[in-house]
């Protein structure tokens, strides 16, 4: 004799599963191929060589210029950690994320006026160019 209780309990715990980690993500059945072209936007812009924290720290970038702000290199961290529900994918050393990521040309980095120790980061003219392109596939 099957045991429906335990039957039911493996159910509710796949059903839990699937809802914990339905936020992480992108692309639903309606819209994977608009995400799979604002990836491959994003990406061909970044080097070969880039790493999946140069990209991530790329798209908190990007996401910061899209509401017109600079995002200083202390709180790149906490937004990309907000972005990844927790999960710290920028490693132990955001300045070296940074510096590469400058070395690509698509961000700059600028002296604080408020104070010289800190540093913001902003989009060159390519990274605009390459956010520009991204938001024409979601628009």
Same mark, same amino acid.
């Given at each position: 004799?099957?045991?429906?209780?335990? &039957?039911?309990?493996? #159910?509710?715990?796949? %059903?839990? %599963?699937?809802l914990?980690?339905?936020?992480?993500?992108?692309?639903?059945?309606?819209?994977?191929? %608009?995400? /799979?072209?604002?990836?491959?936007?994003?990406?061909?812009?970044?080097?070969?060589?880039?790493?999946?924290a &140069?990209?991530?720290?790329?798209?908190?970038?990007?996401? &910061?210029?899209?509401?017109? /702000?600079?995002?200083?290199?202390?709180?790149?961290?906490?937004?990309?950690?907000? #972005?990844?529900?927790?999960?710290?994918?920028l490693?132990?050393?955001?300045?070296?994320?940074?510096?590469?990521?400058?070395?690509?040309?698509?961000?700059?980095?600028?002296?604080? !006026?408020?104070?010289?120790?800190?540093? !913001?980061?902003?989009?060159?003219? %390519?990274?605009? &160019?390459?956010?520009?392109?991204?938001?024409?596939?979601?628009?």
């Amino acid at each position: 004799m099957a045991d429906t209780g335990s &039957q039911s309990d493996a #159910d509710e715990a796949i %059903e839990l %599963e699937e809802l914990e980690f339905s936020h992480f993500r992108l692309a639903t059945k309606s819209n994977v191929l %608009e995400v /799979q072209h604002l990836l491959a936007i994003l990406t061909s812009a970044l080097p070969p060589t880039a790493t999946l924290a &140069q990209a991530l720290a790329f798209c908190v970038i990007c996401k &910061q210029a899209v509401s017109g /702000q600079r995002v200083s290199a202390s709180d790149l961290r906490r937004l990309a950690e907000e #972005d990844m529900h927790g999960v710290d994918i920028l490693g132990p050393s955001v300045a070296r994320t940074v510096r590469a990521l400058a070395k690509t040309g698509l961000v700059k980095i600028i002296a604080s !006026e408020d104070d010289r120790r800190s540093k !913001e980061l902003s989009l060159t003219r %390519e990274g605009f &160019q390459v956010l520009d392109r991204a938001m024409d596939v979601l628009s």
